[in-house]
């Protein structure tokens, strides 16, 4: 049986991100331009077996962020079978948005 993802909520995201930790936007280019996260660095799901390792740190903890949480969930699945150090953001943008805390859209 798979162990479960690690996760933290949106809140804790928040927080971690403003004190420089890195959140990883797994979603595709035009949901991202629908609506973001601030310091967000957007790596597509579609493309990120090819880049992940040559644009994510491997030493840093990484959050990762989708629209609801399930692409994050596997993606970080993946990184954790690799060696690095991830956790899913619970809810993704979704339950960002929900809890108040602000986002980006591009017009």
């Known amino acids: 049986m798979d162990r479960p993802v690690p996760e933290i909520d ?8 403003a004190e420089g930790e890195n959140l990883i936007d797994v979603r595709e280019p035009h949901e991202h331009d629908e ?13 990120f077996l090819e880049r992940y390792q040559q644009e994510l740190p491997a030493g840093r903890e990484l959050m990762i ?3 609801s949480g399930s692409r994050s969930a596997e993606v970080t699945r993946v990184l954790l079978e ?9 809810g993704g943008i979704l339950a960002w948005e929900s809890a108040g805390l602000p986002v980006e859209r591009d017009e």
């Open 35 to 47: 609506a973001h996260i601030a310091g967000a660095r957007l790596l597509p799901m579609s493309e």
């Open 10 to 17: 949106v809140e804790e995201a928040s927080r971690r991100l």
């Open 82 to 90: 690799r060696g690095y150090r991830a956790v899913n953001v619970a």
């Open 65 to 67: 962020q989708c629209r």
